[in-house]
């Protein structure tokens, strides 16, 4: 276990850093415009964590000591397929949801 100073320091630095990070946009760029090429590129980060985040999910699940199991791929399948046909967030992510709890049940 960590003590209790080490704990506070380790808490304290990284909220500093968190501060300075999103200072660097929000309070030193907050009044410029940027440039167009650069909000072209922020429209794809959302598009690129959010899989970043859901990948090691499916394809390395700690759940099965991380080997890839079929409930996992069709649901991440399903969510692809629906968002991709229905082109909302909201029913995509319902309908993977609903696939890994029936496949779940069902295997």
Same mark, same amino acid.
């Given at each position: 276990?960590?003590?209790?100073?080490?704990?506070?320091?380790?808490?304290?630095? !990284?909220?500093? +850093? =968190?501060? !300075?990070?999103r200072?660097?946009? !929000?309070? &030193? $760029?907050?009044?410029?415009? &940027?440039?167009?090429? $650069?909000?072209?590129? %922020?429209r794809? =980060? +959302?598009? @690129?964590? $959010?899989? @970043? %985040?859901?990948?090691?999910?499916?394809?390395?699940?700690?759940?099965?000591?991380?080997?890839?199991?079929?409930?996992? &791929?069709? +649901?991440?399948?399903? =969510?692809?397929?629906? /968002? $991709?046909?229905?082109?909302?967030?909201?029913?995509?992510?319902?309908? /993977?949801?609903?696939?890994?709890? /029936?496949?779940?049940? !069902? &295997?």
């Amino acid at each position: 276990m960590i003590d209790r100073t080490q704990f506070w320091i380790v808490v304290v630095v !990284l909220g500093v +850093a =968190t501060y !300075l990070i999103r200072f660097s946009f !929000l309070g &030193l $760029l907050g009044n410029r415009a &940027l440039p167009g090429w $650069l909000l072209r590129c %922020l429209r794809y =980060t +959302a598009v @690129a964590v $959010l899989p @970043a %985040l859901v990948a090691p999910a499916v394809m390395w699940p700690t759940a099965t000591n991380g080997q890839p199991d079929a409930a996992r &791929l069709l +649901a991440a399948a399903v =969510t692809v397929v629906v /968002g $991709l046909v229905t082109r909302q967030m909201m029913f995509a992510a319902v309908a /993977g949801i609903g696939t890994l709890l /029936g496949m779940q049940f !069902l &295997l």
